[in-house]
């Protein structure tokens, strides 16, 4: 630890002693009784706390050391995440692309062909347009 946890440690403390300062003895034999209990169980190596602490310490990931996988699992999510949209805005603009490029290869059948101007201003021409582009 350096200074600055070491300040951080001691704040957190004088903060825990003020909030115990007033409960009962009993309460605080209790609590006392609870905490070494629990020193006891994790300095004991066949307990599974002891165990769950040394595959962590050792580079594992157990419950105790849960909270790096679960950075890493975060990560390894966003990316995911991250990759799906650029993956379905590409797709979008695709679609776009092709629609804009089945409406230039529409547009260029009808300019070429040899109809007659007024078969253009014709309602069911335009309705025959529609109905065929939207097949």
């Known amino acids: 630890m350096n200074t600055h946890d070491t300040e951080i440690a001691n704040k957190i403390t004088t903060y825990l002693d003020r909030g115990t300062a007033d ?7 209790r609590l006392q009784q ?3 209990a629990a020193l006891a169980r994790l300095a004991d ?25 679960t950075r890493a699992n975060l ?5 995911v995440a991250a990759f799906v949209a ?3 805005f ?4 695709w679609q776009a692309f092709q629609q804009v490029k089945e ?6 059948q009808i300019l070429s062909s040899d109809l007659p101007i007024d078969a253009y201003l014709d309602r069911g021409f335009q309705n025959w347009i529609k109905a065929s582009f939207e097949r």
């Open 23 to 29: 409960l009962k003895a009993g309460t605080v034999y």
């Open 34 to 36: 609870a905490r070494a």
């Open 45 to 69: 190596p066949q307990t599974e706390v002891g165990v769950q602490m040394a595959h962590a310490l050792a580079g594992g990931t157990g419950t105790l050391g849960g909270h790096l996988s």
């Open 75 to 79: 990560r390894v999510w966003l990316g």
């Open 86 to 88: 650029v993956a379905g």
């Open 90 to 93: 590409g797709w979008q603009q």
């Open 103 to 108: 409406f230039e290869e529409l547009d260029t």
